[in-house]
C-alpha cells in the first residue's frame, strides 16, 4: 500500500509531466475530475474504443474493463459537455524547457486557483494496456462492410 507521502510526490511528478506537454502535442489529455477528486490523463487512441455516443462498437473488442471503458466514456461525455468538474491541466506553449521554480509556481498556482487539495486527490491508475479490435467483415454476410477505415471516426 503506497503511503500519502508517496502518492503526494507521484501526484507532483505526474503534474509537472502534464504541465510540460506542448500544446502541440495531443496525443495524451491530463484533466482533474472534481467529483471524484482525481487526476486522470486520455490517451487521444482511447476514443477508438468507442463509437459516437460512446459505446464500445458492435465490430469491436476492448482490452480494458468494463469498469474502466465505463470511467472512460464517462469522462469523455463530461469532457465534451464543458463539465465544469472536469479541469484540464494547462499545457506550456513555451518552446524552453521551464525550470524548476517556474514550473513549480505554475503548478501551486494551478492547485490554488482550483482548490484541489492534493492530499486528499488520488491519480486514476489504469494496470491493463488498452488496445482495440476492430472487425471490418460484417459477420453476418460475410462481406466488407462499405465504411471505408479512414472515415471510421465519421
Do not use: C
Not at 479541469?87 to 505554475?106: C, F, G, M, Y
Amino acid at each position: 500500500m503506497e503511503t500519502r507521502e508517496a502518492l503526494t510526490a507521484r501526484i507532483y511528478n505526474w503534474l509537472e509531466i502534464g504541465f510540460q506537454q506542448p500544446s502541440e502535442r495531443l496525443s495524451e489529455l491530463f484533466y482533474f475530475d472534481k467529483r471524484d477528486s482525481q487526476f486522470f490523463s486520455i490517451l487521444v487512441a482511447d476514443y477508438f474504443h468507442f463509437d459516437e455516443n460512446y459505446k464500445v462498437p458492435e465490430n469491436a473488442v476492448s482490452s480494458y474493463s468494463e469498469d474502466v471503458l465505463e470511467l472512460l466514456a464517462d469522462r469523455m461525455k463530461r469532457i465534451d459537455a464543458n463539465d465544469k468538474s472536469i479541469i484540464a491541466l494547462p499545457r506550456t506553449s513555451e518552446k524552453i524547457t521551464l525550470t524548476q521554480d517556474v514550473l513549480n509556481e505554475k503548478i501551486e498556482s494551478f492547485l490554488n486557483l482550483n482548490t484541489i487539495d492534493v492530499n486528499i486527490a488520488t491519480i486514476w491508475d489504469i494496470d491493463e494496456i488498452g488496445s482495440v479490435t476492430i472487425n471490418l467483415v460484417d459477420s453476418k454476410k460475410g462481406l466488407k462492410r462499405s465504411k471505408r477505415w479512414w472515415k471510421f471516426w465519421k
